[in-house]
């Protein structure tokens, strides 16, 4: 696949480092292609002595001489030096693509618009719980390709994986693949949420008859497009009984063929958006041999992601939730769904593209008022305006201030922005950090 081939690695932040870096010491010629400047990365020269770069922009003439290009997940393959190179013929690849064809050992991939980083953590706590070596990779920290090296056969490598990665596949096949669920997210990438949920159901595209697929039967889209997927059909509800899988039952997770598996209320996971991640991680251990009894007590012991409807305090009676990974206005909705009421809702960010106005019924019924900030606050309190009371902040700390001073004993304050964070801050983390000590400040 690579053996005396030009290489073309588009972009180098953290994917494109770990590509060029498996690929250096291997028999082909490693060009990087980066946007940013060469000042920015002031150790690459003793890194990668084999590798060629260029910095600044990506030129054109690169990538029309490479035999093969390894794209990174934020760089769309519809810029122009790539859409050329396409259109010539030239093979575009993600590194998830690169990783399969070296990786040993048990490929399970988890997407979804919502929950990926909370089922991927949980699944593998499962699967090391039952007594298997799991490695937890891909969008959610170290990318696949890093293992394939000294990967081995008895290994499980549980993998997030993103729309964008799923894009630039051909070969790739995971044994258990999985999507917990699909809703309206990155419209400022795709024009609809057509290619976007098509890019998901990429995932089973390369699935056999001896391979699973991992699907929430509550999803409407998912429920009624798997009639062309070649694997066994895994279903998952907490709604209803699916025709295969796993469902719950007040708060148990049973299996349709009989039997409690877990007990999901007795794990520190709290909202509907848990119960849905672990039903998806539950359905994969079960695939992957792991026994109950283990299962449940990797759910005890479970304490959940930062930034996702984590709890931050309690301050005079009023409980203070860091919801920043909420990125997207489903997640929201989850996360609404999770309290009776008396919410103050902080919202905003940059703008993804997503109909704000689906929150409208379930804002009249639970939040007390809306705080709005960043750059999408005037188009949310144009969309949810008729709903609720809202008010605009230059900063997430003086929104925090103001739920304080509104808040009464019972009252929840929530930060949730159905937005991305790169107008105000670094990423979604530095939001929730800033978030949480917005609160710690209340508490002196």
């Not at 995971?174 to 669920?181: F, G, L, S």
């Not at 409690?260 to 958006?273: E, Y």
């Not at 960043?374 to 929104?399: C, H, N, P, T, V």
Request: aromatic residues 10%.
């Amino acid at each position: 696949m690579i053996e005396g081939k030009r290489i073309v690695v588009a972009g180098f932040a953290r994917t494109g480092q770990a590509v060029a870096e498996f690929l250096q010491n291997r028999n082909c010629a490693v060009i990087v292609s980066e946007s940013r400047a060469e000042k920015e990365f002031p150790d690459y020269k003793e890194r990668f002595p084999e590798v060629e770069f260029e910095f600044g922009g990506h030129k054109k003439e690169t990538f029309l001489r490479a035999d093969l290009i390894v794209i990174s997940p934020g760089i769309p393959d519809s810029i122009e030096a790539i859409a050329e190179a396409k259109k010539k013929g030239i093979r575009v690849i993600s590194e998830i693509e690169l990783a399969y064809h070296f990786l040993k050992g048990t490929l399970i991939g988890i997407t979804g618009t919502n929950g990926k980083s909370t089922t991927v953590e949980l699944t593998g706590a499962m699967i090391r719980a039952g007594g298997k070596n799991a490695i937890v990779c891909g969008n959610i920290g170290t990318p696949l390709i890093q293992y394939c090296q000294n990967s081995k056969t008895d290994d499980y490598y549980v993998v997030e994986i993103s729309s964008f990665q799923l894009e630039t596949i051909y070969d790739f096949r995971p044994h258990i693949a999985a999507i917990i669920n699909l809703a309206e997210d990155h419209l400022d990438r795709y024009p609809s949420v057509k290619p976007y949920y098509e890019a998901k159901m990429r995932i089973f595209e390369n699935q056999k008859p001896n391979d699973f697929a991992v699907v929430n039967f509550d999803d409407p889209y998912l429920r009624n497009h798997m009639q062309n997927v070649k694997s066994n059909l895994f279903w998952f509800s907490r709604k209803e009984k699916p025709p295969s899988g796993v469902y719950s039952d007040d708060g148990l997770i049973k299996s349709i063929s009989g039997g409690s598996v877990v007990n999901f209320s007795l794990g520190k996971l709290k909202g509907v958006h848990n119960l849905e991640n672990t039903l998806c991680a539950a359905s994969i251990s079960l695939l992957c041999g792991v026994l109950p009894k283990p299962m449940q007590r990797a759910i005890e012991n479970f304490e959940g992601l930062h930034h996702r409807m984590q709890f931050v305090a309690e301050v005079g009676g009023v409980r203070y939730y860091d919801d920043s990974k909420a990125t997207n206005v489903d997640a929201v909705v989850k996360s609404l769904e999770s309290f009776p009421g008396n919410i103050f809702l902080i919202m905003g960010g940059r703008d993804k593209g997503c109909d704000y106005r689906v929150l409208d019924s379930l804002v009249r019924q639970r939040v007390k008022k809306l705080l709005l900030i960043g750059e999408a606050k005037d188009r949310i309190g144009k969309e949810l305006g008729q709903a609720k009371e809202f008010e605009f902040y230059k900063s997430l700390e003086q929104a925090v201030q103001s739920a304080a001073n509104a808040a009464v004993l019972g009252d929840v304050v929530l930060l949730s922005p159905a937005c991305s964070s790169f107008d105000m801050f670094a990423n979604y983390e530095e939001r929730g950090k800033a978030f949480v000590n917005s609160v710690k400040k209340l508490c002196k």
